[in-house]
Protein backbone atom coordinates (compact mmCIF):
# COMPACT_ATOMS: atom_id res chain seq x y z
CA UNK A 1 0.00 0.00 0.00
CA UNK A 2 1.72 3.66 -1.03
CA UNK A 3 2.20 5.92 2.03
CA UNK A 4 -0.85 8.19 1.07
CA UNK A 5 -3.12 5.19 1.82
CA UNK A 6 -1.33 4.52 4.60
CA UNK A 7 -1.70 7.94 6.12
CA UNK A 8 -5.21 7.89 5.31
CA UNK A 9 -7.89 6.81 8.51
CA UNK A 10 -9.03 3.62 8.44
CA UNK A 11 -12.27 2.22 8.09
CA UNK A 12 -12.02 1.45 11.95
CA UNK A 13 -11.27 4.69 12.60
CA UNK A 14 -13.94 6.68 10.51
CA UNK A 15 -16.96 4.31 11.28
CA UNK A 16 -16.09 2.14 13.88
CA UNK A 17 -19.68 0.78 14.05
CA UNK A 18 -19.70 -0.12 10.38
CA UNK A 19 -16.59 -1.52 10.69
CA UNK A 20 -17.68 -3.47 14.01
CA UNK A 21 -20.70 -4.76 12.21
CA UNK A 22 -18.74 -6.19 9.33
CA UNK A 23 -16.41 -8.11 12.23
CA UNK A 24 -19.47 -9.42 13.51
CA UNK A 25 -20.40 -10.28 9.98
CA UNK A 26 -17.49 -12.27 9.59
CA UNK A 27 -17.39 -13.84 12.54
CA UNK A 28 -20.98 -15.44 11.70
CA UNK A 29 -19.81 -16.42 8.63
CA UNK A 30 -17.13 -18.68 9.95
CA UNK A 31 -18.88 -19.95 13.45
CA UNK A 32 -22.13 -21.39 11.42
CA UNK A 33 -22.84 -24.30 8.76
CA UNK A 34 -24.27 -21.83 6.04
CA UNK A 35 -26.70 -23.88 4.26
CA UNK A 36 -28.57 -21.70 2.24
CA UNK A 37 -28.28 -22.83 -1.11
CA UNK A 38 -28.07 -19.60 -3.17
CA UNK A 39 -25.20 -18.31 -0.69
CA UNK A 40 -21.88 -19.11 -0.85
CA UNK A 41 -18.29 -18.09 -0.50
CA UNK A 42 -16.51 -15.28 -2.97
CA UNK A 43 -12.52 -15.80 -2.75
CA UNK A 44 -10.33 -13.25 -1.18
CA UNK A 45 -9.27 -12.59 -4.99
CA UNK A 46 -12.46 -11.78 -5.82
CA UNK A 47 -13.31 -9.64 -2.66
CA UNK A 48 -10.70 -8.05 -3.36
CA UNK A 49 -11.15 -6.62 -7.33
CA UNK A 50 -14.68 -5.69 -5.33
CA UNK A 51 -13.32 -3.30 -2.46
CA UNK A 52 -11.29 -1.97 -5.45
CA UNK A 53 -10.80 1.77 -7.00
CA UNK A 54 -12.85 0.78 -9.82
CA UNK A 55 -16.29 1.98 -7.40
CA UNK A 56 -15.19 5.31 -8.78
CA UNK A 57 -15.35 5.12 -12.43
CA UNK A 58 -18.28 5.98 -14.29
CA UNK A 59 -18.38 3.77 -17.51
CA UNK A 60 -22.15 4.27 -18.91
CA UNK A 61 -22.39 1.98 -22.38
CA UNK A 62 -20.16 -0.77 -23.65
CA UNK A 63 -16.12 -1.59 -23.97
CA UNK A 64 -15.02 1.21 -26.81
CA UNK A 65 -18.42 2.73 -27.06
CA UNK A 66 -18.86 4.66 -23.52
CA UNK A 67 -20.32 7.88 -22.78
CA UNK A 68 -17.44 9.30 -20.37
CA UNK A 69 -13.67 9.72 -21.02
CA UNK A 70 -10.60 8.02 -18.79
CA UNK A 71 -11.96 4.19 -19.63
CA UNK A 72 -9.47 2.95 -21.01
CA UNK A 73 -8.68 0.10 -17.94
CA UNK A 74 -11.94 -0.75 -17.13
CA UNK A 75 -12.80 -1.35 -20.63
CA UNK A 76 -9.91 -3.94 -20.33
CA UNK A 77 -11.43 -5.49 -17.05
CA UNK A 78 -14.77 -5.35 -18.64
CA UNK A 79 -13.43 -6.94 -21.93
CA UNK A 80 -11.88 -9.73 -19.77
CA UNK A 81 -14.99 -10.52 -17.76
CA UNK A 82 -16.49 -10.71 -21.35
CA UNK A 83 -14.01 -12.87 -22.90
CA UNK A 84 -14.08 -15.81 -20.00
CA UNK A 85 -17.86 -15.28 -19.71
CA UNK A 86 -17.92 -16.45 -23.88
CA UNK A 87 -15.37 -18.79 -23.38
CA UNK A 88 -16.50 -20.95 -20.00
CA UNK A 89 -20.36 -21.29 -21.32
CA UNK A 90 -19.42 -21.35 -24.94
CA UNK A 91 -22.15 -18.65 -26.16
CA UNK A 92 -21.73 -15.92 -28.45
CA UNK A 93 -23.02 -13.25 -26.94
CA UNK A 94 -22.26 -11.73 -23.28
CA UNK A 95 -22.94 -9.06 -20.83
CA UNK A 96 -21.75 -8.83 -17.45
CA UNK A 97 -23.52 -5.44 -16.22
CA UNK A 98 -26.83 -6.68 -14.92
CA UNK A 99 -26.59 -5.55 -10.92
CA UNK A 100 -28.10 -8.70 -9.78
CA UNK A 101 -29.93 -11.36 -11.25
CA UNK A 102 -33.60 -9.82 -10.86
CA UNK A 103 -32.05 -6.90 -13.15
CA UNK A 104 -30.66 -9.26 -15.98
CA UNK A 105 -34.24 -11.19 -16.20
CA UNK A 106 -35.90 -7.53 -16.24
CA UNK A 107 -33.68 -6.17 -18.63
CA UNK A 108 -34.38 -9.19 -20.91
CA UNK A 109 -37.64 -8.44 -20.88
CA UNK A 110 -37.47 -4.96 -21.41
CA UNK A 111 -34.94 -5.12 -24.34
CA UNK A 112 -36.78 -8.68 -26.25
CA UNK A 113 -40.90 -8.06 -25.75
CA UNK A 114 -43.30 -5.29 -25.46
CA UNK A 115 -45.25 -4.67 -22.21
CA UNK A 116 -48.53 -6.90 -22.19
CA UNK A 117 -46.99 -9.78 -24.04
CA UNK A 118 -47.83 -13.12 -22.69
CA UNK A 119 -45.02 -14.74 -21.02
CA UNK A 120 -45.15 -18.28 -19.55
CA UNK A 121 -43.11 -18.66 -15.92
CA UNK A 122 -42.78 -21.50 -13.27
CA UNK A 123 -45.32 -20.92 -10.31
CA UNK A 124 -43.57 -19.99 -7.50
CA UNK A 125 -44.70 -22.63 -5.04
CA UNK A 126 -43.32 -25.19 -7.28
CA UNK A 127 -39.62 -22.72 -7.11
CA UNK A 128 -40.11 -20.34 -9.53
CA UNK A 129 -38.79 -16.84 -9.08
CA UNK A 130 -40.23 -13.66 -7.77
CA UNK A 131 -39.13 -12.30 -11.58
CA UNK A 132 -41.21 -15.12 -13.43
CA UNK A 133 -44.03 -13.46 -13.05
CA UNK A 134 -45.12 -13.15 -9.20
CA UNK A 135 -48.13 -10.92 -8.84
CA UNK A 136 -46.46 -8.15 -6.09
CA UNK A 137 -43.50 -8.22 -9.27
CA UNK A 138 -42.70 -5.39 -11.81
CA UNK A 139 -42.41 -8.43 -14.44
CA UNK A 140 -46.30 -9.51 -13.64
CA UNK A 141 -47.41 -5.68 -13.42
CA UNK A 142 -45.53 -4.80 -16.33
CA UNK A 143 -46.38 -8.63 -18.67
CA UNK A 144 -48.73 -10.67 -19.09
CA UNK A 145 -47.55 -13.68 -17.47
CA UNK A 146 -49.23 -17.58 -17.07
CA UNK A 147 -47.37 -20.45 -15.47
CA UNK A 148 -46.29 -24.28 -15.41
CA UNK A 149 -45.78 -26.13 -12.63
CA UNK A 150 -44.80 -30.01 -11.65
CA UNK A 151 -46.68 -32.71 -11.17
CA UNK A 152 -48.53 -33.43 -7.70
CA UNK A 153 -47.59 -36.91 -6.81
CA UNK A 154 -44.24 -36.93 -8.62
CA UNK A 155 -43.04 -32.68 -7.85
CA UNK A 156 -41.35 -32.99 -10.67
CA UNK A 157 -41.70 -30.54 -13.80
CA UNK A 158 -44.75 -32.00 -16.15
CA UNK A 159 -43.53 -30.90 -19.72
CA UNK A 160 -46.83 -32.12 -20.96
CA UNK A 161 -48.58 -29.89 -19.06
CA UNK A 162 -45.89 -26.82 -19.44
CA UNK A 163 -46.62 -27.46 -23.43
CA UNK A 164 -50.44 -27.23 -22.87
CA UNK A 165 -49.71 -23.58 -20.65
CA UNK A 166 -47.61 -22.62 -23.79
CA UNK A 167 -50.48 -23.46 -26.28
CA UNK A 168 -52.87 -21.90 -24.35
CA UNK A 169 -51.11 -18.82 -23.38
CA UNK A 170 -48.75 -18.21 -26.67
CA UNK A 171 -45.98 -16.50 -24.91
CA UNK A 172 -43.36 -14.79 -26.53
CA UNK A 173 -40.92 -15.95 -23.93
CA UNK A 174 -40.91 -18.87 -21.95
CA UNK A 175 -38.80 -18.76 -18.88
CA UNK A 176 -37.13 -22.27 -16.94
CA UNK A 177 -35.06 -21.91 -14.01
CA UNK A 178 -35.70 -21.71 -10.19
CA UNK A 179 -35.26 -20.83 -7.09
CA UNK A 180 -36.05 -24.06 -5.24
CA UNK A 181 -36.30 -26.84 -7.23
CA UNK A 182 -33.86 -30.34 -6.51
CA UNK A 183 -33.95 -31.85 -10.31
CA UNK A 184 -32.22 -31.51 -13.56
CA UNK A 185 -34.30 -29.01 -16.08
CA UNK A 186 -34.74 -31.08 -19.57
CA UNK A 187 -33.33 -28.10 -21.57
CA UNK A 188 -34.00 -29.87 -24.79
CA UNK A 189 -37.96 -30.69 -23.84
CA UNK A 190 -38.59 -27.12 -23.10
CA UNK A 191 -36.52 -25.66 -26.57
CA UNK A 192 -39.17 -28.00 -28.27
CA UNK A 193 -42.13 -26.66 -26.38
CA UNK A 194 -40.82 -22.81 -26.97
CA UNK A 195 -40.47 -23.78 -30.65
CA UNK A 196 -43.51 -25.38 -31.32
CA UNK A 197 -45.35 -21.97 -30.23
CA UNK A 198 -43.31 -19.77 -31.46
CA UNK A 199 -41.84 -18.61 -28.30
CA UNK A 200 -37.67 -18.07 -27.25
CA UNK A 201 -36.52 -20.11 -24.47
CA UNK A 202 -35.21 -17.82 -21.65
CA UNK A 203 -33.11 -20.14 -19.05
CA UNK A 204 -32.85 -18.00 -15.87
CA UNK A 205 -30.01 -20.55 -14.53
CA UNK A 206 -28.98 -18.28 -11.18
CA UNK A 207 -28.82 -21.31 -8.88
CA UNK A 208 -27.38 -23.97 -10.80
CA UNK A 209 -24.70 -21.47 -12.76
CA UNK A 210 -21.88 -22.77 -11.10
CA UNK A 211 -22.89 -26.54 -11.49
CA UNK A 212 -23.10 -25.73 -15.55
CA UNK A 213 -19.97 -24.50 -15.24
CA UNK A 214 -18.36 -26.97 -13.74
CA UNK A 215 -20.25 -29.76 -16.08
CA UNK A 216 -22.29 -30.84 -12.93
CA UNK A 217 -25.64 -29.91 -14.42
CA UNK A 218 -26.91 -29.98 -18.50
CA UNK A 219 -26.24 -27.17 -20.12
CA UNK A 220 -28.62 -24.70 -21.14
CA UNK A 221 -26.81 -23.41 -23.89
CA UNK A 222 -27.24 -24.62 -27.59
CA UNK A 223 -31.04 -25.17 -26.22
CA UNK A 224 -32.20 -21.62 -24.57
CA UNK A 225 -31.31 -18.36 -26.69
CA UNK A 226 -31.41 -16.45 -23.94
CA UNK A 227 -29.07 -17.24 -20.72
CA UNK A 228 -29.41 -15.03 -17.34
CA UNK A 229 -28.04 -15.63 -14.29
CA UNK A 230 -26.61 -14.21 -10.80
CA UNK A 231 -22.98 -14.71 -10.06
CA UNK A 232 -22.74 -14.85 -6.47
CA UNK A 233 -24.67 -18.38 -5.55
CA UNK A 234 -22.88 -21.45 -7.05
CA UNK A 235 -20.58 -19.66 -9.14
CA UNK A 236 -19.13 -17.93 -6.34
CA UNK A 237 -18.34 -14.89 -7.39
CA UNK A 238 -19.25 -11.16 -6.51
CA UNK A 239 -23.12 -10.51 -5.99
CA UNK A 240 -24.19 -9.51 -9.50
CA UNK A 241 -26.08 -10.51 -12.74
CA UNK A 242 -25.22 -11.70 -16.54
CA UNK A 243 -26.91 -12.22 -19.66
CA UNK A 244 -25.24 -15.04 -22.75
CA UNK A 245 -27.28 -15.13 -25.37
CA UNK A 246 -27.31 -16.11 -29.26
CA UNK A 247 -25.39 -13.65 -31.63
CA UNK A 248 -29.35 -13.00 -32.74
CA UNK A 249 -30.60 -11.44 -29.34
CA UNK A 250 -27.21 -9.17 -28.81
CA UNK A 251 -28.13 -6.24 -29.81
CA UNK A 252 -31.49 -6.43 -28.06
CA UNK A 253 -30.25 -7.81 -24.57
CA UNK A 254 -27.62 -5.07 -24.54
CA UNK A 255 -30.13 -2.22 -24.68
CA UNK A 256 -32.93 -3.92 -22.48
CA UNK A 257 -29.38 -3.52 -20.45
CA UNK A 258 -28.28 -0.28 -20.96
CA UNK A 259 -29.66 2.21 -21.31
CA UNK A 260 -33.16 0.24 -20.76
CA UNK A 261 -33.03 -0.88 -17.29
CA UNK A 262 -29.62 0.69 -15.38
CA UNK A 263 -27.13 3.82 -15.50
CA UNK A 264 -23.14 3.01 -15.11
CA UNK A 265 -22.56 -0.40 -14.72
CA UNK A 266 -20.79 -1.38 -11.87
CA UNK A 267 -17.09 -2.02 -12.36
CA UNK A 268 -15.55 -3.21 -8.96
CA UNK A 269 -18.11 -5.68 -9.02
CA UNK A 270 -17.64 -6.80 -12.47
CA UNK A 271 -13.69 -6.98 -12.36
CA UNK A 272 -15.12 -9.58 -9.51
CA UNK A 273 -16.66 -11.41 -11.92
CA UNK A 274 -13.97 -11.55 -14.44
CA UNK A 275 -11.99 -13.16 -11.74
CA UNK A 276 -14.67 -15.52 -10.65
CA UNK A 277 -14.97 -16.45 -14.39
CA UNK A 278 -11.56 -17.14 -14.58
CA UNK A 279 -11.83 -18.81 -11.13
CA UNK A 280 -14.85 -21.08 -12.70
CA UNK A 281 -12.83 -22.21 -15.63
CA UNK A 282 -10.32 -24.20 -13.86
CA UNK A 283 -10.15 -28.57 -12.87
CA UNK A 284 -10.12 -27.39 -9.29
CA UNK A 285 -13.55 -25.69 -9.88
CA UNK A 286 -14.75 -28.54 -12.02
CA UNK A 287 -13.87 -30.77 -8.80
CA UNK A 288 -15.57 -28.77 -6.67
CA UNK A 289 -18.96 -28.93 -8.77
CA UNK A 290 -19.25 -32.63 -8.74
CA UNK A 291 -18.46 -32.44 -4.56
CA UNK A 292 -21.20 -29.92 -4.66
CA UNK A 293 -24.03 -32.33 -5.97
CA UNK A 294 -22.08 -35.89 -4.42
CA UNK A 295 -22.57 -33.54 -1.06
CA UNK A 296 -25.74 -32.67 -1.50
CA UNK A 297 -26.87 -36.27 -2.48
CA UNK A 298 -25.69 -37.77 0.07
CA UNK A 299 -27.42 -35.04 2.50
CA UNK A 300 -30.92 -35.76 0.87
CA UNK A 301 -29.88 -39.91 1.44
CA UNK A 302 -28.46 -38.84 5.04
CA UNK A 303 -31.90 -37.16 5.91
CA UNK A 304 -34.44 -39.88 4.02
CA UNK A 305 -32.75 -42.70 6.17
CA UNK A 306 -33.97 -40.62 9.30
CA UNK A 307 -37.27 -40.60 8.37
CA UNK A 308 -37.95 -37.02 6.87
CA UNK A 309 -39.37 -37.01 3.24
CA UNK A 310 -37.58 -34.50 0.88
CA UNK A 311 -39.58 -32.78 -2.34
CA UNK A 312 -39.21 -34.68 -5.64
CA UNK A 313 -37.67 -37.55 -2.89
CA UNK A 314 -34.08 -36.08 -3.35
CA UNK A 315 -31.51 -34.03 -5.51
CA UNK A 316 -30.16 -34.12 -8.69
CA UNK A 317 -28.82 -30.92 -7.89
CA UNK A 318 -26.88 -28.57 -4.62
CA UNK A 319 -30.30 -28.10 -2.61
CA UNK A 320 -32.87 -30.19 -0.86
CA UNK A 321 -35.99 -28.94 0.25
CA UNK A 322 -37.38 -30.69 3.34
CA UNK A 323 -41.08 -31.36 3.93
CA UNK A 324 -41.73 -30.32 7.79
CA UNK A 325 -45.33 -29.94 7.52
CA UNK A 326 -44.79 -34.03 8.09
CA UNK A 327 -43.17 -32.92 11.25
CA UNK A 328 -45.70 -30.68 12.51
CA UNK A 329 -43.56 -27.60 12.17
CA UNK A 330 -43.51 -24.65 9.41
CA UNK A 331 -40.40 -23.70 7.75
CA UNK A 332 -40.31 -20.42 9.81
CA UNK A 333 -40.07 -22.68 13.30
CA UNK A 334 -37.91 -25.39 11.89
CA UNK A 335 -35.57 -23.00 10.08
CA UNK A 336 -35.22 -20.93 13.86
CA UNK A 337 -34.33 -24.43 15.79
CA UNK A 338 -31.82 -25.02 12.60
CA UNK A 339 -30.09 -21.92 13.80
CA UNK A 340 -29.84 -22.13 17.27
CA UNK A 341 -27.96 -25.03 16.23
CA UNK A 342 -25.53 -23.17 14.28
CA UNK A 343 -27.22 -24.47 10.53
CA UNK A 344 -28.79 -21.09 8.24
CA UNK A 345 -31.19 -22.41 6.28
CA UNK A 346 -34.39 -20.67 5.13
CA UNK A 347 -38.15 -21.57 5.04
CA UNK A 348 -39.61 -22.35 1.68
CA UNK A 349 -42.75 -22.87 0.35
CA UNK A 350 -43.03 -26.87 -0.87
CA UNK A 351 -45.30 -27.77 -4.41
CA UNK A 352 -49.10 -27.10 -3.74
CA UNK A 353 -47.99 -25.44 -0.10
CA UNK A 354 -51.29 -24.55 2.08
CA UNK A 355 -48.93 -21.95 4.36
CA UNK A 356 -48.52 -18.65 3.52
CA UNK A 357 -45.02 -17.61 2.15
CA UNK A 358 -44.22 -16.37 5.51
CA UNK A 359 -44.54 -19.78 7.42
CA UNK A 360 -44.04 -22.11 4.26
CA UNK A 361 -44.29 -25.69 4.09
CA UNK A 362 -40.63 -26.18 3.37
CA UNK A 363 -37.32 -25.46 4.49
CA UNK A 364 -34.60 -25.40 1.43
CA UNK A 365 -31.03 -26.02 2.38
CA UNK A 366 -27.85 -26.51 -0.34
CA UNK A 367 -23.92 -28.08 -0.03
CA UNK A 368 -22.24 -24.97 -2.24
CA UNK A 369 -21.22 -23.17 0.97
CA UNK A 370 -19.91 -26.59 2.98
CA UNK A 371 -18.29 -27.77 -0.14
CA UNK A 372 -16.26 -24.16 -0.17
CA UNK A 373 -14.67 -24.95 2.71
CA UNK A 374 -13.90 -28.30 1.88
CA UNK A 375 -16.43 -30.24 3.88
CA UNK A 376 -16.95 -33.91 1.80
CA UNK A 377 -19.00 -36.64 2.22
CA UNK A 378 -18.43 -37.87 6.00
CA UNK A 379 -19.05 -34.69 7.03
CA UNK A 380 -22.18 -33.97 4.82
CA UNK A 381 -23.41 -37.16 6.45
CA UNK A 382 -22.99 -36.18 10.12
CA UNK A 383 -24.70 -32.73 9.07
CA UNK A 384 -27.80 -34.27 7.98
CA UNK A 385 -27.63 -36.36 11.06
CA UNK A 386 -27.50 -33.01 13.33
CA UNK A 387 -30.38 -31.54 10.78
CA UNK A 388 -32.86 -34.52 11.24
CA UNK A 389 -32.11 -34.52 15.36
CA UNK A 390 -33.00 -30.51 15.40
CA UNK A 391 -35.85 -31.36 13.22
CA UNK A 392 -37.38 -34.17 15.26
CA UNK A 393 -36.75 -32.53 18.54
CA UNK A 394 -36.73 -28.38 17.41
CA UNK A 395 -37.50 -27.59 21.35
CA UNK A 396 -35.09 -29.60 22.90
CA UNK A 397 -32.67 -26.61 24.14
CA UNK A 398 -30.13 -29.16 25.32
CA UNK A 399 -30.13 -30.87 22.47
CA UNK A 400 -29.60 -27.52 20.74
CA UNK A 401 -26.83 -26.70 22.76
CA UNK A 402 -25.06 -29.58 22.68
CA UNK A 403 -25.39 -29.60 18.90
CA UNK A 404 -24.53 -25.96 18.44
CA UNK A 405 -21.03 -27.06 20.01
CA UNK A 406 -20.07 -29.81 17.66
CA UNK A 407 -21.29 -27.17 15.04
CA UNK A 408 -17.99 -24.67 16.16
CA UNK A 409 -15.84 -27.44 15.92
CA UNK A 410 -16.56 -28.54 12.87
CA UNK A 411 -16.64 -24.54 11.88
CA UNK A 412 -13.06 -24.35 13.39
CA UNK A 413 -12.02 -27.39 11.26
CA UNK A 414 -13.14 -26.55 7.82
CA UNK A 415 -12.29 -22.29 7.54
CA UNK A 416 -14.30 -20.66 4.78
CA UNK A 417 -12.36 -18.83 2.09
CA UNK A 418 -12.74 -15.34 1.64
CA UNK A 419 -12.61 -14.80 5.09
CA UNK A 420 -9.14 -13.12 7.81
CA UNK A 421 -8.73 -16.07 9.49
CA UNK A 422 -8.70 -15.86 13.26
C1 LIG B 1 -31.61 -15.73 -7.10
C2 LIG B 1 -32.43 -15.79 -8.32
C3 LIG B 1 -32.68 -14.65 -9.08
C4 LIG B 1 -32.36 -13.26 -8.61
O1 LIG B 1 -31.09 -12.97 -8.34
P1 LIG B 1 -30.74 -11.65 -7.48
O2 LIG B 1 -29.30 -11.49 -7.76
O3 LIG B 1 -31.10 -11.94 -6.07
O4 LIG B 1 -31.54 -10.52 -8.03
C5 LIG B 1 -33.38 -14.80 -10.26
N1 LIG B 1 -33.81 -16.00 -10.67
C6 LIG B 1 -33.59 -17.11 -9.96
C7 LIG B 1 -34.09 -18.40 -10.49
C8 LIG B 1 -32.91 -17.05 -8.75
O5 LIG B 1 -32.72 -18.16 -8.06
Redesign the pocket.
Known amino acids: MSTVARTQPTLAEVDPEVAAAIRHEEERQSSVLEMIP?ENYASRAVIEAVGSVLTNKYAEGYAGARYYHGNEFVDDVEVLALERAKALFGVDHANVQPH????A?MAVYLGVIKPGDPVLGMQLDAGG?L?HGHPVNASAKLYNFASYGVDRETEVIDYDLMLKAAKDHQPKIIVV???AYPRHFDFVRAREIADEVGAVLMA?M??IAGLVAGGAHPSPVGHAQII?T?T??TLRGP???MVLCDQKYARRVDRGVFPGTQGGPLMHVIAGKAVMLKEAATEEFRQHAAQVVENAKTLAQTLMDAGLRLVSGGTDTHLVLIDVAKLGLDGQRAADALERAGIVANKNAIPFDTLPPTEGSGVRMGTPALTSRGMGVDEIRRVGEIIAQVLQAPDDAALGKQLRAEVSEMCARFPAPGLPSR
Open positions: SSGAQNHTGATDAHTSHKRGG
